[in-house]
């Protein structure tokens, strides 16, 4: 494997990249006067909306813009686990038995969620809008299975962490039919898996649990794990400035274009890690060193604490969006954003005294 395609420092300002649009996305699509995005329906009227919004710009653009694209983070999360894992265990000369690689990240991912899932249940019980939670959506959340309960809109809460039942079963893919395995193996999976896709109806209920579970996350995982192995085949990143900005524009523009059509709309996915890779490398590059810099420093910082920001995010929305419904639509998202950036760092410095699981 060729151990200079992405650096660590670039893995974690992608991941800074990923959560910057995660976290501000749940938030803006919340609000009632923002355009929805498609993550796991394809709606054409939320694609018409944000074409009548660009057309008529007003203050909220911006905000109409998070909303509909920033759930594109996910995809850039599952492309950079996939490739650490590839990275990893792919090439190591010991076996990682099943049952214990399975058992090693599901506590990583506990390890998170808990400390997460206690934060949100407590400011949940005490603000405004409880959420009745049942047993079943209790002990499924704390085994992260309820992905594959039905209706899983309505039984995940709060609605990010769907993430972590999608994480363990993309593990237990990986490790049971991936891990070492030709790579026709992952092509396949991922052909099969989007393919299903078009023959569902794009606002219907099967389109929204295929996705909720790996089969919807299996085209950004697949593309990590092959970027690992056979990077420089499947994407140019050995450029100058200009054509690294140039690839950049055109996959940004072909997100946005790909986005109008149900098709289409399945790769978008795949052009969203393109991007997010080309962008990077592309900031590295940059001629200004200060704007560099910065905004390399602030990206890679926002990596370091991108764990954290995902867990308690959804708590510190639930205490602040009410600013926003109630008008002060930018005060709103400032405060949440400046608390929740204080709190992931404090939650950081929590989740180190928890025992690391071993392998």
């Known amino acids: 494997m060729n151990k200079d395609l992405l650096t660590r420092s670039e893995c974690n300002a992608l991941r800074g990249l990923a959560i910057l649009g995660i976290f501000l996305h749940n938030y803006c699509h919340w609000l009632n006067p923002v355009v929805k995005e498609n993550e796991y329906q394809y709606f054409q009227h939320n694609v018409d909306w944000l074409a009548q919004v660009s057309a008529h710009i007003d203050a909220l653009y911006p905000m109409h813009l998070l909303s509909f694209f920033g759930h594109y983070g996910v995809p850039v999360f599952l492309f950079l686990s996939a490739f650490g894992l590839e990275r990893k265990y792919g090439s190591s000369s010991e076996t990682a038995p099943a049952g214990s690689f399975v058992r090693y990240h599901f506590l990583k991912l506990f390890k998170m969620m808990i400390v997460g899932f206690i934060c949100f249940i407590l400011v949940d019980a005490i603000t405004p809008g409880r959420w009745h939670y049942t047993v079943a959506q209790i002990v499924g959340q704390l085994a992260m299975v309820n992905n594959l309960y039905p209706s899983p809109d309505h039984n995940i809460w709060p609605g990010p962490f769907w993430f972590f039942g999608l994480m363990l079963q993309l593990y237990i893919v990986y490790r049971l039919l991936l891990y070492r395995r030709h790579w026709g193996w992952t092509v396949a999976l991922m052909v099969v898996c989007t393919g299903v896709q078009l023959f569902l109806d794009p606002e219907g209920e099967p389109l929204n649990r295929w996705r909720y579970n790996f089969m919807g996350g ?67 590059q940059l001629p200004w060193q200060r704007l560099s810099h910065a905004l390399w420093y602030v990206l890679e910082w926002l990596g370091s604490v991108s764990a ?35 709190a992931a760092w404090l939650v950081k410095e929590v989740m180190r005294k928890i025992p690391n699981p071993k392998l």
């Not at 072909?254 to 080309?278: G, H, K, R």
């Not at 920001?309 to 998202?333: C, E, N």
């Open 218 to 284: 299996m085209l950004p995982f697949g593309l990590g794990l092959l970027f690992a192995r056979y990077g420089e085949k499947i994407m140019l990143i050995r450029m100058n400035f200009g054509s690294m900005l140039m690839c950049w524009v055109v996959t940004s523009f072909l997100i946005v274009a790909a986005s109008e059509s149900f098709w289409s709309w399945m790769i978008v996915p795949v052009l969203v890690c393109y991007a997010s890779v080309y962008f990077i490398k592309t900031v590295e």
């Open 308 to 342: 954290a920001l995902f867990v308690i995010h959804p708590t510190i929305r639930k205490i602040f969006i009410p600013i926003s419904r109630q008008g002060d639509m930018y005060a709103g998202l400032l405060l949440y954003v400046i608390a929740a950036l204080g």
